[in-house]
């Protein structure tokens, strides 16, 4: 929101000395954020006067072009003459003439110079050259009335002035006006304020009803007060006023033609969204009612928008005529031949309005209000203001009558105990203080009896709701800087959990492999899931909606890692990073298991206390709303997985990468994986490894799917990683202390055995054999080579697997070390069928 400091000080009898930058300190200090402080026309000197034209001549150049030779009395005893290029004017018009001397928005610098033939002793001014808007093809010319030769331009066309900027949050609506401003700085100088939307000073507007122009209101929950003012005879050529024209310039918006600039104008000044209709236009009664499904509008924008049943419109017999809240329609829009308009002021439930606008992707400045809380009580003020400003500025005749529907809710009284804002801030603020404090805001207050008042909240203010609501009311007018920061003690002997020691161990280790953190928001849409390849009777599409998404094309809460962090490595990727390796580590959100494509609902939690620990139930109550949230770690990668270098050539990325990455992390937790090859989306139905935890699958691994190669633009091969951490654990982490290995000082004996078993048995169930036969003094395995051929014969492969054997006392001897390969090569042939290679 933009405030003039102007406007601002026409409510408020600010001192005369204040600055700009003042009052913006003591805005923030209440809490508001000013991020702003503009100087409009500080960049412009004079001399800038008032001229009149005396004569001209028009004079054809060689190039084509018709300059003017002009004669201009500026209010001193000779006129100046002057070069200009515009033909907009004529005899005796007021003009703005910028002096030798004088200095323009830009820096543009005025000087008598010679041009055409003549010296020109200064400039004739246009909108755009002075800074008032982008009009450049004419000079600015004044109404005869409005100042004489000679006079200050600068003063005249309110060229200088302070603007505040100020970012409005949610819950201070009020302040999108400079009604709502003004009252803020009235409160933070200790100064009176004269309220423009205050009903009480209209009598002519309380004694008015449904007697204007007929309205039938069908939807009252979605518009609870709707008014509506007629005035005739509206002069459609009259000009906006200089002071109305800037001022509405000056809080961002441009100045079109009286009757819009009048609506804006009294937006900006009360807070109400206006919009008028040409009554020539409209056929029968304003009706408010929700859209009809494959009902369409022409917005003011000239785009046809097919309608949603949830949207409310602004109709008449004709069919839709609004979007109510957002943007009128183009049938009845004001023009160049309005005489007769219908003034249309009214309350819309917020929501609503927000839900059409973004459905829409239609923002507006009506729309931006109604969505943070637009007063109830000045529909009929506002309207009312609207008319007499048409009737004053263009010579409109009010109708008799104001139509009103509907009547302003009245907030609920909330009682409170004059210590409660003292006991929560920290800070003692007297009963007298706090009752002054709360009157400041507007509302009344009432003596409850028993050190206790009941404050009745003003009908600008729908975020009062809650005692606590009025603490921080007091605390902010109070100031902020008056609450002391106290750190609360931590209690001795507490560290971080057994879970955050494991997470952190986790993701020191994943880190230390290579990999970079990447976290994403928790947000996908029914596409990511298509790009995945997940059937449709996939639990992960089971996905929870949010009431207010962020995007409609990510409205549900992810259930896996891989949308967001495939998304990064394609960023990365596109920026010219060609290898690349990220992780994640977060939680995932799963529903209870239930039939697709059906939506999940969660019980409504409850709303828990904040002045007391809430009990075991109300925390039973609240767990049992949310959904299951597991922690997960995945990881992505693509290109090279080690570079090329004077070593050798470059070794790509592939799945085992994957498996590798999930060793690592089991590593780090204490948990040993068994490998197993599976079919799973979205990765490669033939490099695709399950990973299991005993029994428990965890995650799986592998070489993407090219189809979601594709789909989701990755490079070719890419490969990823996804684990359940939860499920390491599925009676919760024990924090039990980590052994260390003991370490033997007795060498090693190492025994190569190579196995042929069928194609489709695992490498990791022969491992697990071997493991079992060898015994205790067995120190490790690994697979080193894996062969196929003719040789073998069809369907057979050849592992060969390096066994380690140590004992921890001793020097094993060949016969031991023997009897312990024997051992586990008879248990690989029993439970595998390995045949020992060459046997």
């Not at 986790?506 to 029914?526: K, M, Q």
Request: proline share 9%.
């Amino acid at each position: 929101m933009r405030v003039p400091l102007s406007w601002l000080r026409e409510y408020t009898e600010l001192p005369g000395d204040v600055t700009a930058r003042e009052v913006a300190a003591r805005l923030v200090r209440a809490g508001l954020e000013v991020e702003t402080v503009e100087e409009a026309g500080a960049d412009i000197t004079g001399p800038l006067v008032v001229g009149r034209v005396v004569e001209f001549t028009d004079e054809p150049q060689k190039n084509g072009k018709v300059i003017r030779w002009c004669s201009v009395d500026v209010g001193e005893p000779e006129p100046r003459g002057i070069v200009c290029g515009a033909h907009n004017f004529a005899t005796g018009d007021l003009v703005v003439v910028s002096l030798p001397g004088a200095v323009l928005p830009g820096g543009f610098a005025i000087a008598a110079r010679k041009t055409y033939g003549h010296v020109s002793d200064g400039m004739i001014c246009s909108t755009k050259e002075l800074g008032l808007g982008d009009d450049h093809a004419g000079i600015l010319v004044l109404e005869q009335d409005e100042a004489e030769p000679g006079d200050d331009a600068i003063e005249l066309l309110k060229l200088r002035d302070d603007v505040l900027d100020i970012a409005v949050t949610p819950d201070r609506g009020y302040c999108l006006s400079i009604r709502g401003v003004a009252r803020e700085a009235a409160t933070a100088f200790g100064v009176p304020y004269a309220d423009p939307g205050d009903p009480g000073v209209r009598a002519d507007i309380a004694s008015t009803g449904a007697d204007g122009y007929p309205v039938r209101v069908e939807d009252t929950a979605r518009c609870p007060v709707f008014a509506a003012r007629t005035v005739t005879g509206f002069d459609p050529s009259a000009p906006s006023p200089r002071w109305l024209q800037r001022r509405v310039q000056l809080a961002g918006m441009r100045p079109i033609s009286l009757a819009v600039d009048v609506t804006n104008y009294v937006m900006l000044e009360l807070g109400q969204p206006i919009h008028g209709y040409d009554r020539d236009a409209l056929r029968g009664p304003i009706v408010v009612r929700r859209a009809e499904d494959g009902e369409k509008l022409t917005t003011l924008d000239g785009v046809v928008r097919t309608l949603d049943v949830d949207d409310l419109l602004i109709t008449d017999d004709s069919g839709p005529i609004g979007l109510a809240g957002v943007m009128g329609g183009g049938t009845t829009e004001l023009s160049g031949a309005t005489t007769s308009v219908v003034i249309e002021a009214a309350t819309f439930e917020p929501t609503g309005v927000a839900r059409t606008a973004r459905r829409h992707k239609l923002p507006s400045e009506a729309s931006k209000r109604f969505e943070r809380g637009v007063d109830p009580a000045l529909p009929a003020v506002a309207a009312q203001r609207v008319a007499d400003l048409l009737v004053e500025l263009g010579g409109a005749t009010q109708e008799p009558g104001l139509t009103v529907v509907g009547t302003a809710p009245s907030p609920s009284p909330i009682e409170i105990d004059v210590t409660l804002p003292a006991r929560v801030a920290g800070v003692d603020y007297p009963a007298h203080e706090v009752t002054a404090l709360l009157s400041a805001v507007g509302a009344r207050v009432d003596d409850a009896g028993a050190g206790r008042i009941a404050v009745h909240p003003p009908t600008w203010r729908p975020d009062l709701t809650d005692p606590y609501d009025l603490v921080e009311e007091v605390a902010r007018l109070h100031g902020y800087d008056a609450v002391p920061s106290v750190l609360p003690v931590a209690p001795a002997g507490r560290g971080i959990t057994a879970g955050q020691r494991l997470r952190r161990r986790i993701e020191r280790a994943i880190a230390s492999a290579g990999y970079v953190e990447a976290p994403s928001y928790p947000f996908v849409g029914a596409a990511d899931f298509d790009a995945l390849g997940f059937p449709a009777d996939d639990p992960r599409r089971r996905a929870l909606r949010l009431a207010n998404p962020i995007s409609e094309e990510q409205p549900l809460l992810r259930t896996s890692l891989l949308p967001g962090l495939l998304a990064t490595l394609r960023r990365n990727v596109g920026r010219g990073a060609t290898d690349v390796a990220v992780y994640e580590s977060g939680l995932v959100f799963r529903p209870e298991p239930g039939p697709l494509p059906v939506p999940p609902r969660l019980p409504v939690p409850p709303r828990l206390p904040v002045d007391r620990r809430p009990t075991d139930d109300e925390l039973a109550r609240l767990l049992a709303a949310v959904p299951a949230q597991p922690r997960r770690v995945a990881v992505a990668l693509a290109g090279d997985r080690e570079p090329a270098g004077w070593w050798g050539p470059a070794r790509p990325v592939n799945w085992a990468d994957g498996v590798e990455a999930a060793r690592v992390v089991a590593h780090a937790a204490g948990v040993t994986l068994r490998v197993e090859r599976d079919e799973h989306a979205p990765w490669h139905p033939g490099r695709c490894a399950a990973l299991y935890a005993g029994d428990t699958l965890v995650g799986h691994a592998g070489e993407l799917h090219p189809r979601v190669v594709a789909a989701l633009g990755l490079p070719p091969r890419t490969v990823a990683m996804e684990l359940e951490l939860d499920r390491f654990f599925p009676a919760g982490v024990v924090d039990e202390p980590v052994p260390a290995p003991s370490v033997s000082t007795f060498p090693v004996a190492t025994q190569d055995v190579a196995l042929v078993v069928d194609l489709a048995v695992p490498a990791a169930a022969v491992e697990e054999a071997l493991r079992s036969g060898a015994g205790e003094l067995l120190e490790s395995v690994r697979l080193f080579d894996v062969f196929t051929g003719e040789q073998l014969g069809a369907g057979k492969k050849s592992l060969a697997y390096a066994l380690r054997f140590r004992a921890p006392d001793r020097t094993l001897t060949v016969e031991e070390t023997t009897a312990a390969r024997d051992a586990a090569v008879a248990a690989a042939a029993e439970r595998t069928g390995a045949v020992l290679r060459g046997s």
